[in-house]
């Protein structure tokens, strides 16, 4: 099974600063099958970027993703209200596992 | 467009079994596998694992392999997921989901269902 490791746990930021949060994988992760999601109190997950660098439908370009094998990154360029959620990364290559997830929380 | 929409909530004693449905519209219901997807309260998310909509093959995490099953009625546009056993660490939210990515760059989940499990 691939480990998903993200970090940081938490960010506390403010709105306009720029994010990169950060996913770790235990082994390779096949054809850059990995995923971000955003998930707010009370709501299923919100799909942001899958194959580790496209933005899903409807999502605003503030949202970027990046990363190869083992080390992904998601960055969102300027923080607004909206954005403070908790992130998970999803690898799909092999069965599929989750990270455990980071928090970005209003400063 | 697309929607997954689950049972509602149970509860149900240490030992017993719970089967949960989720009703795909909107879509070819055999075109894509559906997932379950657990969350307890606080926790993180964590597949459960999931079910080919056309064959009936699954595929299950290896901490549920021999407690949880998961079946489909084409007719119906529905999946089962039946987890037995049940313990209080698996009181969660329980989602069923599917992953178009390549095919329509999106995902899909269902509203969740609540299982507490309590004496």
């Known amino acids: 099974e691939i480990v998903l490791t993200q970090s940081p746990g938490t960010l506390s930021l403010s709105p306009g600063e720029r994010v990169t949060l950060s996913c770790r994988a235990s082994?390779?992760?096949?054809?850059?099958?990995l995923a971000w999601y955003q998930q707010k109190p009370g709501q299923a997950p919100r799909l942001l970027i899958h194959?580790?660098?496209s933005r899903a439908t409807g999502i605003p370009d503030r949202f970027s993703g990046s990363g190869y094998g083992t080390d992904f990154t998601l960055t969102i360029s300027r923080l607004e209200p909206e954005d403070f959620a908790v992130y998970y990364c999803?690898?799909?290559?092999?069965?599929?596992?989750f990270g455990g997830g980071t928090k970005v929380e209003i400063k | 467009q697309v929607q997954l929409v689950q049972s509602g909530a149970e509860v149900k004693k240490p030992g017993a079994s719970v089967k949960v449905s989720c009703k795909g519209s909107?879509?070819?219901?055999?075109?894509?596998?559906i997932h379950w997807v657990r969350q307890g309260p606080g926790q993180r998310l964590e597949w459960v694992g999931w079910?080919?909509?056309?064959?009936?093959?699954?595929n299950y995490s290896q901490k549920f392999q021999g407690r949880v099953t998961f079946t489909r009625d084409t007719s119906a546009r529905t999946a089962y997921m039946e987890l037995s056993d049940l313990r209080s660490e698996d009181t969660a939210l329980y989602y069923c989901?599917?992953?178009?990515?390549?095919?329509?760059?999106?995902?899909?989940w269902g509203q969740g269902t609540l299982v507490t499990v309590s004496s």
């Open positions: 989901a599917c992953f178009p990515y390549i095919t329509r760059g999106s995902a899909y």
């Open positions: 909107g879509y070819i219901f055999t075109s894509y596998h």
């Open positions: 079910i080919n909509t056309g064959d009936g093959d699954t």
């Open positions: 082994q390779s992760v096949s054809s850059n099958y």
């Open positions: 194959g580790a660098s």
């Open positions: 999803q690898q799909y290559g092999s069965s599929l596992t």
